[in-house]
């Protein structure tokens, strides 16, 4: 690949890495704040659908990209060190903080359990992300010595037993844990391995796929309005959520933006997902501070939710550059001394 496709493709992804974000704080501001405490009617829920279906994809997002460029890279201890520390030190400082500023008590076990947050599952997305990390050489051996047609076998094959199967028969024995799984990121990981590895055997028009991934949203969204609610079509691995993840992210892989800004921002985007989803800044920000339940019955329900999502991502945003700078000072220099 030329490189300087390869770079505008490289930074398409970063504006999908950062439309991702947003729309996880979107799909928390429902989760913790409008499902919580009750639906709103007609057009108010219809939209609120459809947001939420449009925004199921944002993790999934994450991960499929991981894939696409994990394949082609070594494994680097350093970075895995990094993700684990920047992890652990946003969890410590925003536990002491919750101490200073709140009635918490502070405790050198509750201190601890902050700083080895990622054993605990609080943040249940870096965990998993972290074990797909510590696999992926493992998984790059294995993917590596398959042909493209062992490894559109393997990918089929995972697929419709981890994807379709396990969707439609939600059999516990599988281990899909509603979508939160290992294997349900192993399995984005194979799929964004074939995407760097392989063309697609047909080429659309990169709109086509914005297409799908608009209409498999509203598709579901006419179902759940019509017909009824159910949570099983929209798990992480639900052949429902990954057709319109890849529809997304075919999409920006094959669109030629004119300008890509967001490069910059993306050392400090993960972090947003870090402050806002803290266990102990989780219900304080959807309860009290930003009490969006209330606002269920708005006739602006849905636009004041997304003003809302911007201004949470936006504040975090701002708070992630310090704390981002922080973590890379005292990584390096804790490095060095290790040395």
Not at 45 to 57: C, D, E, G, S, W
Not at 107 to 125: E, K, P, R, T
Not at 244 to 259: C, D, G, P, R, W
């Amino acid at each position: 690949m030329i490189p300087s496709i390869r770079q505008h493709r490289n930074r398409n992804l970063d504006l999908l890495r950062i439309l991702s974000m947003f729309m996880i704080v979107l799909l928390h501001s429902q989760t913790f704040g409008i499902f919580h405490y009750g639906l709103p009617s007609g057009i108010h829920l219809f939209t609120l659908y459809l947001f939420r279906n449009l925004a199921i994809v944002a993790s999934n997002c994450y991960v499929l990209i991981s894939g696409y460029f994990l394949i082609k890279k070594g494994f680097n201890r350093k970075k895995v060190a990094y993700f684990a520390f920047e992890v652990s030190l946003y969890s410590a400082i925003i536990y002491l903080i919750m101490v200073i500023f709140t009635p918490l008590t502070f405790s050198i076990l509750d201190f601890l359990h902050w700083v080895f947050v990622l054993f605990w599952g609080n943040y249940w997305f870096a965990t998993l992300y972290l074990v797909l990390y510590l696999l992926s050489p493992f998984l790059n051996l294995f993917l590596k010595q398959l042909s493209q047609r062992q490894f559109q076998q393997v990918l089929i094959g995972y697929f419709v037993i981890f994807s379709i199967w396990a969707t439609f028969s939600q059999l516990p024995i599988l281990g899909m844990n509603e979508g939160y799984s290992i294997l349900t990121f192993i399995l984005l990981y194979l799929i964004g391995a074939y995407f760097q590895l392989y063309q697609l055997p047909f080429k659309w028009q990169s709109g086509w796929y914005l297409f799908y991934y608009f209409n498999s949203a509203l598709g579901l969204t006419l179902y759940f309005f019509l017909v009824n609610y159910e949570d099983w079509m929209i798990y992480y691995h639900s052949p429902f959520v990954l057709l319109a993840t890849i529809s997304l992210f075919l999409f920006f892989k094959e669109t030629h933006f004119k300008k890509t800004w967001g490069s910059a921002l993306i050392p400090f985007i993960f972090g947003i997902y870090l402050i806002h989803e803290h266990p102990l800044i989780r219900t304080l920000l959807w309860e009290e501070w930003i009490p969006v339940y209330q606002i269920s019955q708005y006739p602006l329900m849905n636009l004041i939710l997304l003003g809302v999502s911007g201004l949470i991502f936006i504040s975090c945003l701002l708070l992630s550059l310090p704390l981002h700078k922080l973590s890379t000072f005292l990584f390096d220099n804790l490095k060095r001394k290790l040395n």
